[in-house]
């Protein structure tokens, strides 16, 4: 394939409720789609998960469009492309990093491939599973009364792992509250960074509550502090932000610094690189999981293709489009029963786009040719 044609849009898109992390809160999602033409016509899209501001990672979607503009879509277009795992391997080699920007244009190319071949992207990728698992993934919230009346919701819609947010101040009691209250479920708690080695003793308690894992405890750019924790912990340890490719992962598995590793698209640099991850994952023993950033349609339909791979033995944070949204720019949109996605079995990303409706959450945008 060669692609001609491409255009970058960017979108906002209100939440239905707002989400907050450790780092603050959204009340609207602002991102980058990529819509990618061949030379047969056939069109691929693509999602950038790059947020407003660089508080997940150092990229935004604006340094995405500069990143995509200035570098990325001039080496790739109207090139010779056999297969999309070349856009990592051979394309882009010569731009260090900028993970998001590089999927977004890689997520495309892998929806293109996948119809060019008649299959669907789950197919393309080597998955086999007709139906995903997932979770659901809640926001810091005002009051722990709050958290439960919502947890008992996704717990009676049929939500199978719950995921709670934390940050020095609302952890300890609200995963007692928390586990009083469900004694049964799965839970596992994010805390995005929010605390160092300085905080062992208060993250060794956490070991009463029967977490699943705890994910991303320690510093964004860290695995050596993590083994370390590890080390003291009975919780197993998840990595999201230290781990950006396959070689982050050896290392951090070599080193013991987690045993478990929440795979994002975006932030490895696209579904070749996930693969990767996921094969390497497999040999030494690691399940993985897929992880979320509060896509769109587009994004979440990649994310349910990859996590049709066999390692992908835990759920996901990428539940149905309602959670998020009054309205996705997908038909049909996401919908998650009893905690299961059913896999789309049509060809490329399985979800058809609604053009009116991304037209409608579009701020800007632009063509290259
Ligand atoms: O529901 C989702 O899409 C995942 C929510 C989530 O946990 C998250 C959302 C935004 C940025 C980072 C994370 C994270 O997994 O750390
Ligand atoms: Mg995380």
Redesign the pocket.
Known sequence: MKITDITIRHLQMELKSP?T?SFGTFKSRDFLLLEAVDENGTIGWGESVAFHSPW?NEETLYTNWHILEDFLIPLLINKEIRHPDEVSEKIFTSIRKNNMAKSTIEGAIWDIYAQQTNQSLADALGGKKEQIEVGI?IGIQSKIDDLITLVDGYVREGYKRI?V?IKPGWDIEVLHELRNRFPKIAIMA?A?SAYSLEDIDLLKQLDKFDLMMI??PLASDDIIDHAHLQNELKTPICL?ESIHSLEDARKAVELGSTKII?IKIGRVGGLTEAKKIHDYCEKKGIPVWC?????SGIGRAHNIALTTLPNFTLPG???GSNHYWKRDIIVPEVVASNGFIEVPKTVGIGFKVNQEVVEEFTIKKKHYR
């Open positions: 989400f992390t997940y993934s995921k947010k994010d995005n994910e991303q999201d929440n992880g979320g950033m509060l896509e944070d990428t539940a």
